[in-house]
């Protein structure tokens, strides 16, 4: 089981930034996939979540009307495409999937202890 993160970057407030999420190693449409984030000093916090059939989408507060995430099954990829970016925004972001706890994933899709895959992060700086 493989996730990669990619597409971080430093870039301005108000800047925009599109994450991808590549993975393989077992079944992608089965399974939802979440977007995390930890800054520094913090806990890792869930983004945002989509879900593996009827693309249900959940968003943190802080992110609504901002982020947008997507999923192209196709190409085994979720997309985190982040609008009108602050200064809060920094941390690195993972992507993650619930192998074992789907169930709990579609109850609590923004939980991390939700999850058991987890890719290697991709760092989002966003600073003037």
């Known amino acids: 089981v493989q996730l990669q993160a990619s597409g971080g970057g430093l870039v301005q407030p108000g800047d925009s930034l599109r994450l991808s999420c590549s993975a393989s190693?077992?079944?992608?449409?089965?399974?939802?996939i979440g977007w995390f984030r930890q800054a520094p000093g913090k806990e890792r916090e869930g983004v945002s979540y989509?879900?593996?059939?009827?693309?249900?989408?959940y968003y943190a507060d802080s992110v609504k009307g901002r982020f947008t995430i997507s999923r192209d099954n196709a190409k085994n990829t979720v997309y985190l495409q982040m609008n009108s970016l602050k200064p809060e925004d920094t941390a690195v972001y993972y992507c993650?999937?619930?192998?074992?706890?789907?169930?709990?994933?579609?109850?609590?899709?923004?939980?991390?202890?939700?999850?058991?895959?987890w890719g290697q992060g991709t760092q989002v700086t966003v600073s003037s």
């Open positions: 190693g077992f079944s992608f449409d089965d399974y939802a």
């Open positions: 993650a999937a619930p192998l074992s706890y789907s169930v709990r994933a579609s109850l609590y899709p923004l939980d991390p202890h939700s999850y058991d895959s």
């Open positions: 989509i879900s593996n059939r009827d693309g249900t989408t």
